[in-house]
Every structure is written in C-alpha cells, then in structure tokens.
C-alpha cells in the first residue's frame, strides 16, 4: 500500500467550494487504493485577518500568543476538509500539528522541526482513514503551540511524508508546477518536468516562489521525491524534485529565477583587516536583517568595498546598522542603491562548464542591461541589475537558454 | 492573596475594541493584587459564522470535526485578550481546554467534565501571570477536543474555580446581574442583590437566560459563589448566586420567570395501566425531544390523560413520536396546541407557605389569563397560558409579589 502526502495551499483552500473540489479529488485518489495523509494551509486570505485582528491589540504582539492565533487559521481548514470528505461517506479525521505528533523548538513564530511522533497519525490510517494535518504548526516540547513561518504548510508536509516514509509528496498550487521562469513575465515559460533539490533551493532563494526552500532542504535530506502540482488542472503533470535527474540534461540550464526588488548598499573604504565582514554581518543578523548577496571587491591600497543586496523594506534598518559600526571600521562612506533586481540563471550542469557565465553576460550587453554586481554559486550566477531591467533580462536569458524549447 | 475566575460572554468580547476593554477592566483587577483566572467565549456571531461554515461542507457535520472546528473561536479571543494585556504590560498567557487539563468524556458537542489538572494554571499563576482559559472546549482522554454545548463558558468558568479553589467565580454579561423579571418585557424589573443555587436554576430552567443551568449546578455541587455582573457598567453591583440567602427573606417570591413560546401535547383517553410514562417518554427521549412539564390527570373509568409541554420546533418530532405508539399504548386521541408560553414564580420561601399559588391563580384570572395547565416544584410555580397573554401575566405577577419593591 503506498503512502503519499498531498498538501493543499490556501489558493487551493479559499473557499468553500475550494475546499469540496480538494475533497473530491482526495476521494477519488483514495478510491484508487492510496494510503493518504493530506497538509493544509488556511483559507485565502485567513492568516492575514488574524495578523489584522493581532495588530489591533498590541503594535507588537506577544509572539506565543500570536503562534496560537494564527495556527487556528489552518486547524479550521483541516476541519472542514475532514467534513467534506466524510460527506462523500470517505472515513477521514483532522489532526492538529500537536494531535499528529510534530514537536518543535519553542522559537514562536520560527519553530523548527525537532522530531515527529507518528503513532496517532499510523493509527488513523491503519484504520482506512485519511489523515488530514492542519498546516504549519507544531507544538513545543512545553505543550505550547508554534508555528513554522513562511512556507509553513510545505514544510510540514515534507516533514510528515519523511516521517511516514511515503512514496511521495505532492505539492498542490495554483502553478502547473516548477516554470523555467515566471510565466506572468516570460510567456515563453513552461513547466519543467523534474529538478533537482540543490536547482530547487536555488530557483527559490532567488526568486521563483512555488516551495519554500525549507521543505526543499527537509526534501533533501530525507530523500523525498516532492511532485509540484497545479489544484486547478488535473491534466497537467507537474514538476517531480527529486535526487536523479534523468532527462533534459542536454539543456544545462534549468531555469531562469529573479526578484523584483532588492536594494544594494555600499561599505566603501574600509582597511583591509581581518574580522570586517564578522564586525559588519553580525550587527545586521542581530537587527533582523536578512543579506542575500555578499561582494568584497579586490583590496585597493589596503582598501576595500564591501557591498551587500537586502529586501527594500529592510533597507532602513540596514542604514542605521551600517552607520553605527560605520566608525568602528573605519569606512570612508556608505552608498545605498534601491530599484533594483536581480535575475539569475540555475543549473547543475555549469558547474563544469565556465561557458555559461559568459553567455549570460553577452546576453545581457546585447540587450543594453548593465550588471550592477555578479554573485555565483556552483549552480547559480545571480546579477543584479536595475528593477525596471529585470523582466528584459529574464526574457532574453530564457531565450538563450533555449529554455522554451521543449526537451525530447 | 484571592485568586477569582472571571468570565466574559459573547457580547463583551464583540470586537477588539470591547477585547482592549476587558483588558483594561482585567489590568486594573491584577493592580488590586488578585490572581485571575480569566475565560472567554468567541467572539459575537464568530460561532454562528463558523456553523455556516460547517454546514456548507455536510448538512450533518462529524461531530468531532465540529467540536474542533467551534473551538477556535474560544482560541482566537483568548489570545487576542493575551496580547491586549501584554500590551497593557501585564503579563498573561491563554491556555487552550487542553492545556488548561479540562478532561472531559468524549461526547462531542456536549462534552461533560470530568476532571481538571490543575498544574499548567497553578504554575502560570505562581509566575504571576493571568491565566486566559478558552472557554466551552475539553480535551477527552483520547486528546480529541471536544465541546460543552449552550453555556458552555459559563461551565468552564464555573467548573475551574472550584478546581482552583477560586473565592469567587465572576460572569460578566450584557445585563446588569439576574432579574426579578425579563426587564425587555417588565419595566419594574430589578436585578436581584442576591439568589440560591436552587432558585437560579429554576429561573434557568423556565427562561431567564443570564446563566446556563449547568454552570449552577457545579456551582452548588461546590459551594462556588457566583456573581453576575454587567460588562458594560462597572457601577451596577450585580447579582451574587450562593448558598445563603441572608437579605430579602421578606419577600418569599424571587423572581418571575417566563417562556414566550412552548407547545402541548395531549394523549387522551390512555387505559390506565403501569409503564405509560416509559412507553410515552422513553421514545421521545431517544428522539432527542426535550420535555418540559408533564401532567398526568386523575384517572376517571380507568381511562386517563398525559400532557406535555416542548419546544414548538420540536413538535413535529414529538407528534411523530407520539402517533407510533399511540396504538400500543390504547390512547384514544392525540391533540396539540401551538402558540403557548409559560410563566413561573420562584422563590425558596414557597415551600412552607401554600399561599403562593392560590395568589398567583387570583392574579391571572383578575387579569382575564386562562391558565391550560399547571405544575409546580418545591421552589417555583409554573402556569402554562396562551403565548400572547405571557407578558401581562409576567407584570401582573411581578406587581402581585412586590418585586418591584427594593429589599431594605
């Protein structure tokens, strides 16, 4: 009897007649003889009116409290869901994230996975029934509820299908699954049909926003195949994650990744000493704010410049951070740069083949795009250029790529 | 140091500006030195919304779905007051049923106590904090949630400060404590300084809503004095229901209690003969008809009549019942009557002074009431007239037994 792990969004889930639609697909699927524990995420815009309702009691709202708050947006979907398909005379029951055993550390708000107790969720499917776990939530060790952030929902459902030991996790979405872009950009992007963990991770942290790279990591680790699919076509195959990629080899670049905003600040001048970096990056993590791309450029008269890209939103913070150490480094002046992007094109095949750096930049030169900063990775090369650029850029590489055309 | 449980009701956690008052009532309470434990229902029409909800997935949800489902009301104001006091800087955490150790049998949706652990509120309370209980939810042995039904706060409340040893158990309402009469229908009503466990419930039991009868009852099982007080008017000093009655022994009548709309329903001519009442009474029970006041007449040619009174939705179930074993038990007829209503007097003083009644038949047939039928307990009187008479008969009584009249 296989074993699979279905975890339903809260585009999936928005509505009543949402939640029916999920229960009839999950009812066919059990009819075809599969063990199945389903994930699922609030409703639509649920989460959102509770951090509304929170904000209105407090301007920062106790964290414990707020894990609790939000982790009823998700227990009410499972419900529901467990309704429906009782409905349709399929034997079914919910579980909250402490009934299905996932324990957690105590950090409210960004708790992670420490360990998950399967006995109550065996239990329920040794008795035939589907096991329907509210999303995105865990309970301490303390018996205080926590929740996991965003990306929440994907992570339990790749957790829980390590945990269980199933064949599979699928991933349902309002996408096809995993594009070769963003298709609201690029109207030559298709679906692919499989990725690697490592692409995935970096299709996600640069970008392409369909899985969380947490569940991504978990996926990898425990070596579950994650198949992303759209809740609104059935006729679609989705993308498969997994460890073996067998085809489309030929095409060594995946997939083309970018992000709208990011803002870039410049340390500039500082005394080449050892302990900069540690002296600049700790104080940032301490205030919260999360780097994506770090430069040093080549030292200059025991000189150098260190630059950094963060979220816009972050960039205040990140301002008055950088000042307070500014003199403690001994920097000349710090420059702030916001309307920018990044694009990034991810594959596992150019870590041996330095080509590929190349083209892209020609590429983007012949498209009068210039590069504002380079960042790579054995798998990735990320660049930043200016924000009203991005879409161009990720077109024209998509292009280059020959990454609409369809492999055999 | 005291340590009280105060409830709050629908109505005074409507929305967040009514939470952020409570919170401000709260703090104020924890600045005298008390230690409070605080319960809360859903807020204002949330468990209506999420009964809607339920009801577009199944017209006959799982009731343990449900159970789950209807809890997170109780869940999202416990946290949001949380938040509010913390924001308030007084430091507070809510506990679910569960984590509060409310264990219960495992009858959703009516859920009864069976015992409480005390441990996380004793240990919450030592920290100083206020402990906020989501009310009307338990956690069965099992660890499924379950339910309390109508009232379900008032028990929750009720039942933890008998487990905590509580000095006194506060039920913050819409009203300004319990009413000698229903002030929306007797202008000289007045709410009572003070009533019995036994009064209280009859009041429950004929009408007045202020309090569900099976909060009283733990009350009285545990000697819980419970106060009824107004949410939105701190000035009104409310109503203590306890042990001993030490004022207003002058005036033997408590209150006057009163039910717009009650159907009857006669079997006529039934041989009379041992097991009647099983064979009439057990069927209806198991068709979840609720009976309110039974009256068997005087026996006359061995022949005699049984006639009860119920809730008029309930009269198409009980008349179903009741013409299936109309053959078996030998009745000649069956009559019903639509469109009645009741109206008692209470008091514990009527049990020794037969008065009472000959007073309240004289002030209903001055009033032109007919009254179509009659039973009586130790403490209360109950008359059943046609529904459009209630009202009057409800001032005429409440002016006969000088309720109006406020006990030196």
Known sequence: M????????????????????????????????????????????????????????????????????????ETITSTLLSMALNDLGVDAISLSGAQAGIITDDVFGRARISEIKTDRIDFELEKGRVVIVAGFQGISSDFDVTTFGRGGSDTTAVALAAAVDASQCEIYTDVAGVYTADPRICSSARPLQEIGYEEMLEMASTGARVM?????????????????????????????????????????????????????????GVPDQPGIAVHLFGPLAAANVSVDTIVQNASVEKLTDMTFTIAPEDLTAALKVVNEVKLSLGAMEIISEIDLGTVSIIGTGMASAPGFAALMFKTLYENNINIEMISTSDIRITCVVKADKVHDAVNALHSTFELDVVPE
Chains 1, 2 share one sequence.
């Open 212 to 268: 969380h790279a947490r569940a991504v990591e978990i996926g990898e680790l425990y070596d579950v195949p994650i198949l992303v699919l759209s809740s609104f076509n059935e006729d679609a195959d989705g993308t498969l994650i997994h460890r073996e990629i067998t085809m489309e080899q030929g095409n060594k670049v995946r997939g083309v990744a970018h992000q709208d905003k990011v803002a870039k600040v410049t340390v500039r």
């Open 2 to 73: 296989a074993c699979i792990v279905q975890k339903f969004g809260g585009s999936s889930v928005a509505s009543a007649e949402h939640i029916k639609n999920v229960a009839d697909r999950i009812s066919n699927r059990v009819s075809q003889g599969d063990s199945i524990v389903v994930v699922v995420s609030a409703m639509g815009d649920t989460t959102d009116d509770l951090n509304r309702l929170a904000l209105s009691m407090s301007q920062d709202p106790n964290p414990r409290e707020m894990d609790v708050l939000l982790s009823t947006g």
